[in-house]
């Protein structure tokens, strides 16, 4: 009904009613056959139950913030991540969180422990 409501303001009509046409419903329905496919797809190349996971825990964040020296690089985080199998990415979003609360920025790349 959606893309017979779009049709109906395309064409500029101000009938009360709307009608689903032949083809308003099978482009939808291909799209619905799209979305399945993928689904399905996307379902038989998750992990399956009997596999085991590795989930990284939290506390390595924790235990990476630690492990920081009291005065440091953005580099130097960085490299140390890479013990605590964290990504650039991550230790930057770590630096951004703590920044104001837990470090202070002294300078561009420049860090220190509050």
Known sequence: MIFSALRKFENGEVTDTVFCT???FNTALAIAQTYLQ???LMFNNLPKQNEVMSF????SKRKFFEALPEEFTRKQATELGLQFKLSARSVDEILKTATGVSLTKLKAGLYRKS
């Not at 990284?56 to 506390?59: A, E």
């Open 56 to 59: 990284q825990s939290g506390d």
């Open 38 to 40: 993928h689904s399905l």
């Open 22 to 24: 032949d083809e308003d």
